[in-house]
T-cell receptor, first 113, second 115 residues
Framework: DAGVTQSPTHLIKTRGQQVTLRCSPK?????VSWYQQALGQGPQFIFQ???????QRGNFPDRFSGHQFPNYSSELNVNALLLGDSALYLC????????????FGPGTRLTVL | DAKTTQPPSMDCAEGRAANLPCNHS???????VYWYRQIHSQGPQYIIH???NNETNEMASLIITEDRKSSTLILPHATLRDTAVYYC????????????????FGSGTQLTVLP
């Protein structure tokens, strides 16, 4: 059983560009959350998707948007990239209302130059 | 969710028990204590959680004080592979579909297991 997978592993962009990151949840999981982890800090919650809708959102600007597909996979889009968007972006999945444990993917390392 | 306080770093000798403390003095009655760890360059990994009773699984033990204002994660026989950042998180348990709660991470404790 594959766990949470994310693509790409690494990505380099320049300021002002747009980026799309992808996440496939663990088999059977229906809820996907995205986190941003800057160097030396703990992960910060961006938003969560369930039933193809954004259900919760952290303190991130609307340059950060997402999508969930019928197969529960998800995308994170970031527009107008800033140098400060450089971070490890983590995806986590869970079975809503049933599980104590969120499963995290390995992350996508985004570098903005 | 209640705020947690952890020491920024700790060392432990390989084969000895590692005891990682966490203060959560503002915890409320419906909030659980969760522990995750993050090995360098990997995603966080769930370790254990508890409400008020002590808990044990194959990875660790969780001791919660009677007033629930603090807890200790115990790795009984630390190995080099246990070197990681350990996060203590307080969070209410999800009660219905669509309400899986976010995890609020602090800075965690960098545990270094020494040979």
């Amino acid at each position: 059983d594959a766990g949470v997978t994310q693509s790409p592993t690494h990505l380099i962009k320049t300021r002002g560009q747009q980026v799309t990151l992808r996440c496939s949840p663990k088999s059977g999981h229906d809820t996907v959350s995205w986190y941003q982890q800057a160097l030396g800090q703990g992960p910060q919650f961006i938003f969560q998707y369930y039933e193809e809708e954004e259900r919760q959102r952290g303190n991130f600007p609307d340059r950060f948007s997402g999508h969930q597909f019928p197969n529960y996979s998800s995308e994170l889009n970031v527009n107008a990239l800033l140098l400060g968007d450089s971070a490890l972006y983590l995806c986590a999945s869970i079975i809503t209302g049933q599980s104590n444990e969120q499963f995290f993917g390995p992350g996508t390392r985004l570098t903005v130059l | 969710d209640a705020k947690t306080t952890q020491p920024p770093s700790m060392d432990c000798a390989e084969g000895r028990a590692a005891n990682l403390p966490c203060n959560h003095s503002t915890i409320s009655g419906n909030e659980y204590v969760y522990w995750y760890r993050q090995i360098h360059s990997q995603g966080p990994q769930y370790i254990i959680h508890g409400l008020k009773n002590n808990e044990t699984n194959e990875m660790a033990s969780l001791i919660i004080t009677e007033d629930r204002k603090s807890s200790t994660l115990i790795l009984p026989h630390a190995t080099l592979r246990d070197t990681a950042v350990y996060y203590c998180i307080v969070r209410a348990f999800p009660i219905s579909s669509g309400s899986a709660r976010q995890l609020t991470f602090g800075s965690g404790t960098q545990l270094t297991v020494l040979p």
